[in-house]
Every structure is written in C-alpha cells, then in structure tokens.
Nanobody, 123 residues
Framework: VQLQASGGGLVQAGGSLRLSCAAS????????VGWFRQAPGKEREFVAV????????NYADSVKGRFTISRDNAKNTVYLQMNSLKPEDTAVYYC?????????????????WGQGTQVTVSS
C-alpha cells in the first residue's frame, strides 16, 4: 500500500491541525495505520495507531487527551486530529501501515511508510 501524508503546517501553541494519510494500491481496510513523529535531533517516536476497523486505538502518553486518530475506510484515509498543540509537538509526522490485526506501536511492525509532513508549533 502507498501512503501520502498531508495537513502539516505552522500553528501557534494551543491551536489545532488535522493530518491526513491517504492510501492507495491495496485493500486499505486490511491495514492498521500508525502515526509517528521525528523532532530535530531526536529519534522517531510513536504517536498513535488505529486498527483495521477503527474500533481500537492506542496513543503515546504525551498526546493522550489532545490527539485523536480516526479512519474512513470508504475514503482510504486515516486522520490525526491534533488539539492543544505545544511547541514540543513540533516534528515531521509520518504515517505507516501494517497489514493485519492489532494496534502495534513499534516502528519495526510497519512495512509501508509515507513521506513526512512538517508540523511546527510556535510559542
């Protein structure tokens, strides 16, 4: 499956952004999809994941209560709604897909990756 992430931008602290991850090429509903991010000088880290049906999600502690992951399988798209953004959320955000069930959080579990989209939160 091929992935295309979009929706990044520059926002002030406390603001919101919605990222989108559009998929093509395979049966999207067979895949769990995760969001990861990489800040300058840091390793890429897990943000959120949603299972194939949308019925199960998992979040990093740092974004719980502020970010919401969702999917629309009819549109082959996964969303990451980011509210109450903080400067420390500044990073390049990547979406990734894993065929099968479950909600893995390790990067190694995901076989398909999209290009990143930059999110910058100013203080």
């Amino acid at each position: 499956v091929q992935l295309q992430a979009s929706g990044g931008g520059l926002v002030q602290a406390g603001g919101s952004l919605r990222l989108s991850c559009a998929a093509s090429g395979r049966t999207f509903s067979n895949y769990a999809v995760g969001w990861f991010r990489q800040a300058p000088g840091k390793e890429r880290e897990f943000v959120a994941v949603i299972n194939w049906s949308g019925g199960s999600t998992n979040y990093a502690d740092s974004v719980k209560g502020r970010f919401t992951i969702s999917r629309d399988n009819a549109k082959n798209t996964v969303y990451l709604q980011m509210n109450s953004l903080k400067p420390e959320d500044t990073a390049v955000y990547y979406c990734a897909a894993r065929e099968g069930r479950g909600t893995p959080t390790r990067q190694e579990a995901f076989g398909s990756w999209g290009q990143g989209t930059q999110v910058t939160v100013s203080s």
